[in-house]
């Protein structure tokens, strides 16, 4: 399959990754939930070239995870913010930092902390299952084919 194929798969990941799966996109929005908002803010945190940004930037836009907005006329200056799309990304970018603190962070630990706001706790990601609660890990969820499914290949028939 090629790159620019995933958009078109009966996949939800495969779709998603055609939006976010690139490492300089991800890093984009790593920086978007950070609080960053202006393209020289982005460039100077991320060090990218201004032509990859530029190009990141757009297709965020254009897909609906970023808005961009202006902040000044004379020049034209704009803004990029996380659209109600775009926070939705925010538990699976979390999940990745968490997962990159459990196995890349080095002796020291985490560079980044998350303190929940309302309790002033610090805090780590947990999947949970959304009818009883539970935490879920992946050798306790098994699939079933959903309303959009398409045969799959090797899929008992």
């Known amino acids: 399959m090629r790159w620019e194929d995933l958009s078109r798969e009966n996949c939800s990941l495969a779709r998603t990754l055609a939006v976010i799966g690139d490492r300089w996109t991800l890093l984009v929005l790593r920086e978007a939930f950070l609080k960053v908002r202006r393209f020289e803010d982005f460039q100077a945190n991320l060090g990218i070239a201004r032509q990859v940004l530029t190009e990141r930037l ?35 970018i979390l999940a990745l930092v968490h997962w990159g603190d459990d196995h890349y962070a ?52």
Do not use: I
């Open 58 to 92: 757009a297709h965020l836009v254009e897909e609906g995870v970023l808005a961009k907005t202006p902040y000044q006329d004379r020049p034209p200056r704009f803004e990029y913010r996380l659209t109600e799309k775009g926070l939705g990304l925010y538990p699976a």
């Open 106 to 157: 080095g002796r020291k630990g985490p560079p980044l902390l998350h303190r929940h706001k309302n309790c002033g706790h610090d805090f780590r990601s947990v999947l949970t299952c959304s009818a009883c609660g539970e935490t879920v890990e992946a050798r306790a969820v098994e699939t079933h084919p959903g309303p959009g499914a398409a045969r799959r290949k090797g899929a008992g028939g």
